[in-house]
């Protein structure tokens, strides 16, 4: 028998109308964002490598399901979200965008997320992590995310989304919503793998992090 307190909590049915309506609104939005991207991004999209593990911080998750939605139709998304009930409401509207939530946090239910994700990533998804998330510090390379990379053998991928017209929330990580019609450039560092950096989970965080701020603009 499954135990309460590890078991995700979950929504109920009409919360889960209002995300299925908020999501058909973020698509429609979603289709007003102007994505610009250079070489880096583009060398990627041509090579198509195999599935890999996508850091980008936890203030730029608005953009990033629907660039990918938009741009990498044949590639499916994997992201870890908290098991709490605040994770109950991201958890099916990254569904509802085409996503597939695994649920758990270093708090509730890490271990299980830890081997969840790393199934999915052996089964052809590309896994999107946030090391800061999901109560901070904002812009902490926290290891997690190089640990999935290290047990997977699959190739680290930074990418940041960098807006020109946002409103920020009062959040913790001053969460980013881009205007309607306005540009976001995105960056990318394609790191490989991540044993070539480091076998260290947080040895390899740190020299990840200079990186993923050099793409950053905030």
């Known amino acids: 028998m499954s135990d309460p307190k590890q078991s995700p909590a979950e929504l109920k049915w009409h919360e889960r109308l209002l995300l299925a309506v908020l999501a058909l609104l973020m698509r429609a939005w979603g289709r007003t964002l102007r994505f610009h991207w250079g070489a880096d991004v583009q060398a990627f999209m041509d090579a198509n490598p195999g599935p890999s593990v996508v850091i980008f911080w936890h203030n730029r998750l608005f953009a990033g399901p629907l660039f990918f939605a938009r741009y990498f139709r044949k590639r499916r998304l994997a992201t870890l979200i908290s098991a709490s009930k605040d994770g109950a409401w991201p958890a099916v509207f990254v569904k509802k965008l085409g996503m597939l939530p695994v649920r758990g946090s270093r708090y509730k239910r890490g271990t299980q997320a830890v081997r969840d994700l790393i199934a999915a990533q052996r089964d052809g998804y590309d896994v999107a992590l946030t090391p800061d998330g999901s109560r901070g510090p904002l812009y902490d390379m926290k290891p997690g995310a190089v640990t999935i990379a290290l047990k997977t053998g699959a190739p680290i991928v930074l990418l940041s989304f960098n807006y020109s017209r946002a ?16 540009r976001i450039e995105v960056r990318m560092d394609d790191v490989g793998p991540c044993a070539a950096l480091s076998e260290d989970p947080k040895e390899a965080s740190a020299l990840l992090k200079p990186r993923m701020d050099a793409i950053t603009e905030d």
């Open 167 to 182: 409103w920020r929330l009062k959040s913790w990580d001053r969460f980013y919503v881009p205007h309607p019609f306005s």
